[in-house]
């Protein structure tokens, strides 16, 4: 195998991983939104909580 094959095989492949992070993103977000859903408080103060941790983190305190 030359060059320019390795080459062609591997943007093959990282095509195919593009695509299977494409479908898992998508999974991703349809259960993430089915979650919120059901439990908008929860999502809610999880989504807080989050927030001020990172800008806890991020501030340097």
Do not use: T, W
Not at 31 to 48: D, E, M, T
Request: with cysteine; charged share 25%; aromatic share 4%.
């Amino acid at each position: 195998m030359d060059i320019k094959d390795k080459a062609a095989n591997l943007v093959h492949e990282i095509g195919d991983k593009g695509k299977q992070l494409q479908e898992s993103e998508c999974c991703l977000m349809k259960n993430s939104c089915g979650y919120i859903s059901k439990n908008p408080i929860l999502s809610l103060g999880i989504a807080v909580a989050s927030g001020f941790l990172l800008s806890r983190v991020l501030s340097g305190r």
